[in-house]
């Protein structure tokens, strides 16, 4: 915890790497995110936890800049590199596809570089494998080590353990913590699990339209109850977050404060 | 060699199926085949329009096309009903359309049967250096264009994240269609284009294992599926277009059983190991 304390300090100095100033997206009337503020800093790793519906993917979008801002703005580090892994991607069975070329989708490598992405990740001897043999697991490590080819200052990555098995998530998240140690990257995870969040995580982001709470996570080791449900290996992969939020919210997304009068989200966002 | 009505019909039909197998795999990976069908007969409107505007029926074909291709990706974006339903009421509604109007422009007289069913024996040099010209451009530019296109095909999110200009490339694609579907209407007419555009990339699917591979193997059906089409009709006097649409058939039905065949080949070798 101390290591941790410690970094996000010396973090705090630098110029952040990309920050979103009362970010909002407006798409058929209806705002999916508004009034995001927040800072991913050098070497910093974000969680971005939240209901199903909250808008996660839709920040990771317009941080990416796929998708336009409605409101607010995005402030990218100048000549920030960004990587980005995508949810499981479902390919056609009628597009042939190898990892080599899944690799080289939008730039040309030399194969040594390929190999060595991939050995990052540990599967470098699927280099010349099919994509659609892959098991999930194999997957988000291709992509990881896809992303890995750009050098990117920021990784992105849109829940990557989804379609992985218990055992691998574990493995996954250690990887992916040992990226930045390796590589100097910051990192924005997006977790699917509200509770749980990757161990090495500085700072979680609740995000359900617009950002409900932010935090440090606990220590699952503190939490016997959870240690017995994940397991003895879970402390070594996952940390727990606890919500604190002044607020909750109706069925439709809704946000009712804990005061008097019921503010629309329409109010909220001017 | 020019001189003989044959070898140009093949020429022409070569030179059609080399940039056709490739576009067409695009049209397989993206789905798109009911969309190519619809874009297709919609070029029958270009021919009449062609005629009205005075710019001759290739170039019509070409800026209809494109236009109903454009129009119909606004369209399916729009739409209530479901994609597939826009697109049967719209393939049918263009040449149901197109047949009407040209009825309505009596003092044109055109061979419909040719523009519906294609008119490759008649192909002349001035067309042949059409087909062959505006082959050349669509393969350019299907080249140019290829790495990011095929970005987007794999997911279009991560393309754009990593840089990929996704409107321009696919109004590029959009115009390649149009261009392939203006040059073929002369080989197969708009009733089979889409024939000529997705059999020989299906039958190319399970001989490759890269997209440009699945490519290069697709141009090279179509090319097999001319020459064995024109052969065929020269023989046995059938017409010509349907022959090789036929053979584009044939051959994808060869393809199916001989890939099936040679991984059962492939299994059983795997399992007598000891």
Same mark, same amino acid.
């Given at each position: 915890?101390?290591?941790?304390?410690?970094?996000?300090?010396?973090?705090?100095?630098?110029e952040?790497?990309l920050a979103?100033?009362g970010?909002?997206?407006r798409?058929?009337?209806?705002?999916?995110?508004?009034?995001?503020?927040?800072k991913?800093?050098?070497?910093?790793?974000l969680?971005?936890?939240g209901p199903?519906? =909250? +808008?996660?993917t839709? #920040?990771? $979008?317009?941080?990416? %800049?796929?998708?336009?801002a409605?409101?607010g703005?995005v @402030?990218?580090?100048?000549?920030?590199?960004?990587?980005?892994?995508?949810?499981?991607?479902?390919i056609?069975?009628?597009?042939?596809?190898?990892?080599a070329?899944?690799?080289?989708?939008?730039?040309r490598?030399?194969?040594?570089?390929?190999l060595?992405a991939?050995?990052?990740?540990?599967v470098?001897?699927?280099?010349?494998?099919?994509?659609?043999?892959?098991?999930?697991?194999?997957?988000?490590?291709?992509?990881?080590?896809?992303a890995?080819?750009?050098?990117?200052?920021?990784l992105?990555?849109?829940?990557?353990?989804q379609?992985?098995?218990? =055992? +691998?998530?574990?493995? #996954?998240? $250690?990887?992916?913590? %040992?990226?930045?140690?390796?590589l100097?990257?910051?990192? @924005?995870?997006?977790?699917?699990?509200?509770?749980?969040?990757m161990?090495?995580?500085?700072?979680?982001?609740?995000?359900?339209g617009?950002?409900?709470?932010?935090?440090?996570p606990h220590d699952?080791?503190?939490?016997?109850?959870?240690?017995?449900?994940?397991?003895?290996?879970a402390?070594e992969?996952?940390?727990?977050?606890?919500?604190?939020?002044?607020?909750?919210?109706?069925p439709?997304?809704?946000?009712?404060?804990?005061?008097?009068?019921?503010r629309?989200?329409?109010?909220?966002?001017? | 060699?020019?001189?003989?009505?044959?070898?140009?019909?093949i020429?022409?039909?070569?030179?059609?199926?080399?940039?056709?197998?490739?576009?067409?795999?695009?049209?397989?990976w993206r789905r798109?085949?009911?969309?190519?069908?619809?874009?297709?007969h919609?070029?029958?409107?270009?021919?009449?329009?062609?005629?009205?505007?005075?710019i001759?029926?290739?170039?019509?074909?070409?800026?209809?096309?494109?236009?109903v291709?454009?129009?119909?990706?606004?369209?399916?974006?729009?739409?209530?009903?479901?994609g597939?339903?826009?697109?049967?009421?719209?393939?049918?509604?263009?040449?149901?359309?197109?047949?009407?109007?040209?009825?309505?422009?009596?003092?044109?007289?055109i061979d419909?049967?040719?523009?519906?069913?294609g008119?490759v024996?008649?192909?002349?040099?001035?067309?042949?250096?059409?087909?062959?010209?505006g082959?050349?451009v669509?393969?350019g530019?299907?080249?140019?264009?290829?790495?990011?296109?095929?970005?987007?095909?794999?997911?279009?999110?991560?393309?754009?994240?990593?840089?990929?200009?996704?409107?321009?490339?696919?109004?590029?694609?959009?115009?390649?269609?149009?261009?392939?579907?203006?040059?073929?209407?002369?080989?197969?007419?708009?009733?089979?284009?889409?024939?000529?555009?997705?059999?020989p990339?299906?039958?190319?699917?399970?001989?490759?294992?890269?997209?440009?591979?699945?490519?290069a193997?697709?141009?090279?059906?179509?090319?097999?599926?001319?020459i064995?089409?024109?052969?065929?009709?020269l023989?046995?006097d059938?017409?010509?277009?349907?022959?090789?649409?036929?053979v584009?058939?044939?051959?994808?039905?060869?393809?199916?059983?001989?890939?099936?065949l040679?991984?059962?080949?492939?299994?059983?070798?795997?399992?007598?190991?000891?």
């Amino acid at each position: 915890m101390n290591e941790h304390a410690g970094r996000a300090s010396e973090a705090g100095r630098a110029e952040p790497l990309l920050a979103a100033n009362g970010l909002g997206v407006r798409r058929d009337g209806r705002w999916l995110i508004h009034d995001v503020n927040l800072k991913v800093r050098p070497r910093e790793i974000l969680s971005i936890v939240g209901p199903n519906g =909250g +808008g996660k993917t839709t #920040l990771i $979008r317009t941080l990416l %800049g796929i998708e336009a801002a409605s409101a607010g703005q995005v @402030v990218r580090r100048a000549g920030l590199k960004l990587g980005y892994v995508p949810q499981r991607l479902t390919i056609d069975r009628t597009l042939p596809l190898t990892v080599a070329r899944l690799m080289t989708l939008t730039r040309r490598v030399r194969r040594a570089d390929l190999l060595a992405a991939l050995g990052e990740t540990g599967v470098a001897h699927l280099i010349d494998a099919g994509v659609q043999q892959l098991s999930g697991g194999e997957f988000q490590r291709v992509l990881i080590a896809r992303a890995l080819l750009g050098r990117p200052d920021l990784l992105m990555l849109d829940e990557p353990v989804q379609s992985v098995d218990f =055992g +691998g998530q574990v493995e #996954l998240y $250690r990887l992916i913590a %040992g990226l930045r140690e390796r590589l100097g990257c910051g990192i @924005v995870l997006v977790s699917h699990d509200l509770h749980v969040v990757m161990r090495e995580t500085d700072r979680v982001v609740c995000l359900s339209g617009h950002v409900c709470c932010t935090g440090v996570p606990h220590d699952v080791q503190h939490h016997p109850e959870y240690l017995r449900l994940f397991g003895p290996r879970a402390s070594e992969a996952l940390a727990l977050y606890t919500h604190e939020h002044d607020h909750s919210h109706d069925p439709a997304g809704e946000v009712i404060h804990h005061h008097p009068r019921n503010r629309t989200k329409a109010e909220t966002a001017r | 060699m020019l001189d003989d009505f044959f070898y140009r019909a093949i020429i022409a039909g070569i030179g059609v199926a080399l940039v056709a197998g490739p576009l067409g795999c695009f049209i397989v990976w993206r789905r798109m085949a009911y969309f190519g069908d619809t874009t297709a007969h919609a070029a029958l409107l270009g021919v009449a329009f062609g005629f009205l505007a005075g710019i001759g029926p290739t170039v019509g074909v070409f800026v209809v096309t494109l236009l109903v291709a454009l129009l119909l990706i606004g369209l399916l974006r729009l739409a209530r009903i479901g994609g597939d339903t826009v697109l049967g009421i719209l393939s049918h509604s263009a040449l149901a359309i197109g047949l009407v109007v040209l009825a309505f422009m009596a003092w044109v007289r055109i061979d419909l049967i040719g523009y519906l069913f294609g008119d490759v024996l008649a192909v002349g040099r001035v067309d042949l250096y059409f087909i062959w010209g505006g082959g050349v451009v669509a393969l350019g530019l299907l080249a140019a264009i290829w790495r990011p296109l095929v970005a987007l095909t794999v997911d279009r999110d991560l393309a754009r994240a990593e840089g990929v200009r996704a409107g321009l490339v696919e109004l590029v694609y959009m115009l390649l269609i149009a261009l392939v579907v203006a040059i073929a209407m002369k080989i197969v007419g708009v009733l089979l284009v889409t024939a000529l555009l997705i059999i020989p990339a299906a039958a190319a699917r399970s001989f490759a294992v890269t997209p440009e591979g699945m490519a290069a193997w697709a141009a090279a059906f179509g090319a097999l599926a001319v020459i064995g089409g024109l052969n065929a009709s020269l023989t046995w006097d059938t017409p010509a277009g349907p022959s090789i649409v036929v053979v584009a058939f044939v051959l994808f039905l060869a393809a199916g059983i001989l890939s099936r065949l040679v991984e059962v080949w492939q299994q059983r070798a795997r399992s007598d190991l000891p």
